[in-house]
């Protein structure tokens, strides 16, 4: 196992170091001087000069990439051209943001498709059935987009019940820890900034949860029905085990490992999705930040943003593959 | 002869998806899509975009209103245009948006995929490792990466989406070609001494290609969907051109004013026609490819 995940660590590298190249790569394919473009359009030349003498852009390509990997491998992606703030503070200010709203949404799609897909599978040809999968039919081919301005609609505008943008209600007095705020609120056993939190954090993330979650609910409903179709679970049955035991006790856990694949997959689309979803419900995370930064030709913060969404989307697939591994010992890891 | 049997096994095809009821109401779908693309003009009761704006049209409702205006049946945008005119000339847009990415997709996927499968070795795997890192970033970020470099806009947004598409489809061609490359038909070519341009054009490609058409129904479906995503991040297709995406962008804020028809009819539109490939799709695989069947 050891060797597996080391070896699984191995193979991140030369992945890494291709996306920093794609990363690198973009300030030199934009039209224009690279010094003038990391510096903006309004900087003064003497701005550029340095910028010029600190990336060493009048030295050949590859040494320039080295120069550059190395300020990245310290996490110093720049200034930003809009802010000049740094790009890491930056990233790192809204990063919870994004981990609070895709963690919950993810949350909210296991919990859900799972459930849905187990009792679509074991009430087969329901009404119940058909409706559910009607339903993540939807979910699969839906604008992420759509869904989350009509959800804005519906809940904030017609029946005024929840908010329509934004992170937390800023009359509540309410300190910042770590950023994510269910567990700041906790912390600070403040409730009332808990409520206004979960308050807001609701429509994004049903609207971000809604493709997993539909993904979910019928990844889970052929594999339960492939389980429910093998001989243990008519020996179970038949050794007079009740059908509630039989489903959530045998054939759930045996229904999981792709389930489990489904989740690692869906994670980028989450990410991807989380630049929309962001950008509907003006959420401060990551996702809305590398959006303005492109329709500002803002290159630092897309280069530092691509590198770190790219980082956490690898990462996020390496554990995913371990999990598998671990939990189906069939799988030899090689 | 050939000929014959061909038509006859296309006839056989269409009777199979007339039985799969889901995958002929996607087909269904898709003709009305393509009806409304090309006659748009006929169909549509509207201009898009009259000239001069009718500005004091300006976000009026549709039939369900009396406050409606007589032939805008689903009520004006923010600028007094037909909302339902502009969905309707949007099919033209996002349909062919979708099918020059796809388009794009498949030309590059096929090439590197069989060079790939074909060759093995050295340009296998240098081929496949750039499309390991390709498959590191989450697609529509690598697609807004890619137009931060070429630009904004439609045109370049459908190059984009092409490009972010490619590492899929070479993966889905290079396996297909490994595996006609064992069959016995390549086999025979080889002994007869067939060139292997010859191979590939006229056997290996040939064979691999309905993997090509499954998937390339549905990757056109996701392609709408990036399309109107990067039209609503203002990316994409720029005014006025009649963009779903696009007129979403420009009509989400009016809702808090109770607008709420000039949002959501454009989604709507992107929806079924997302899940009208959908179903198509998932029918076809089941008929030209019964391997992969779930």
């Known amino acids: 196992m050891k060797w597996y995940i080391a070896k699984r660590l191995l193979q991140l590298i030369p992945v890494l170091l291709g996306v920093s190249i794609i990363a690198f790569a973009l300030i030199h394919l934009a039209p224009g001087d690279p010094a003038r473009t990391i510096a903006g359009e309004h900087a003064s030349e003497q701005v550029i000069e340095s910028l010029r003498e600190k990336y060493g852009l009048d030295k050949p390509l590859h040494v320039q990439y080295l120069v550059w990997l190395k300020q990245v491998v310290r996490g110093d992606f720049g200034r930003s051209i809009v802010s000049n ?74 029946f005024r019940v929840l908010p329509i943008g934004g992170r937390i209600d800023t009359l509540i007095p309410f300190e910042r820890i770590t950023g994510l705020y269910i567990i700041d609120s906790i912390i600070q056993l403040n409730g009332p900034a808990l409520v206004s939190t979960l308050r807001y954090l609701i429509l994004p993330s049903v609207a971000l ?101 790219s980082f956490m989307f690898v990462v996020v697939n390496l554990i995913t593959d371990i999990l598998y591994v671990l939990i189906d010992p069939r799988i030899k890891y090689k | ?86 969905i309707i000339y949007g099919t033209r847009v996002s349909l062919s948006a979708g099918l020059v990415a796809v388009f794009i997709a498949m030309v590059l996927g096929i090439a590197f995929g069989t060079l ?83 191979v590939i054009f006229r056997h290996v490609i040939p064979n691999s290609i309905a993997p090509v058409i499954v998937y390339g129904t549905l990757m056109l479906a996701t392609a709408i969907l990036d399309c109107a995503a990067l039209g609503f991040l203002g990316l994409g297709a720029q005014p006025p051109t009649p963009e779903w995406g696009a007129m979403l962008a420009k009509s989400y804020s009016y809702i808090v004013s109770g607008a709420w028809w000039a949002a959501t009819f454009p989604g709507l539109a992107i929806l079924f026609s997302v899940l009208g490939l959908n179903l198509l799709g998932d029918g076809l695989r089941d008929i030209l490819d019964p391997r992969l069947k779930q």
């Not at chain 1, 859900?112 to 939807?138: E, R």
Request: hydrophobic share 50%; proline share 4%; with cysteine.
């Open chain 2, 116 to 198: 790939a499968g074909f060759f093995g070795g050295g340009v296998d795997s240098t081929i496949m490792r750039f499309v390991d890192i390709m498959f590191a970033f989450p697609a529509l970020l690598l697609a807004i990466v890619i137009v931060a470099v070429i630009g904004q806009g439609l045109d370049k947004a459908m190059v984009a989406i092409g490009i972010v598409y490619t590492p899929q489809m070479a993966r889905i061609i290079r396996s297909s070609v490994l595996y006609i490359k064992e069959m016995e038909y390549i086999e025979v070519q080889n002994a007869i001494g067939s060139r292997r341009i010859r």
């Open chain 1, 85 to 158: 703030e740094y790009v890491t503070r930056e990233i790192l200010d809204r990063f919870p943001n994004t981990v609070e709203l895709t963690f919950f949404s993810m949350f909210i799609a296991i919990v859900v498709g799972f459930f849905a897909g187990v009792v679509s599978a074991s009430k087969q040809y329901s009404v119940l059935d058909y409706t559910t999968m009607g339903v993540a039919l939807f979910g699969v081919s839906m604008p992420v987009f759509w869904l989350g301005i009509m959800l804005m609609m519906i809940f904030g505008v017609f």
């Open chain 1, 209 to 309: 949860a809604t493709i997993p979650m539909a993904t979910i609910a019928r990844v889970t409903r052929s594999s339960m029905l492939e389980v429910l179709r093998q001989d243990f679970i008519r020996t179970e049955r038949a050794k007079g085990l009740s059908e509630r035991v039989v489903i959530y006790k045998h054939a759930v856990r045996n229904a999981m490992l792709p389930v489990i694949t489904v989740i690692g997959l869906n994670f980028g689309l989450l990410l991807a999705g989380a630049l929309l979803t962001e950008t509907v419900f003006s959420w401060p995370g990551i996702g809305r930040y590398v959006v303005k930064a492109v329709q500002m030709r803002d290159y630092p913060v897309v280069q530092g943003c691509v590198l770190f969404f």
């Open chain 2, 1 to 86: 002869m050939m000929k014959k049997r061909a038509q006859r096994g296309s006839n056989y095809g269409f009777r199979r998806l007339k039985q799969n009821r889901s995958a002929f109401f996607g087909l269904v779908i898709l003709v009305i899509l393509v009806l409304c693309a090309i006659f748009a003009d006929v169909i549509a009761p509207n201009s898009p975009n009259p000239t001069p704006p009718k500005l004091e049209l300006a976000l009026k409702p549709g039939f369900w209103s009396e406050e409606g205006v007589d032939g805008m049946p689903l009520g004006t945008d923010a600028l007094g245009r037909c909302v339902l005119s502009r």
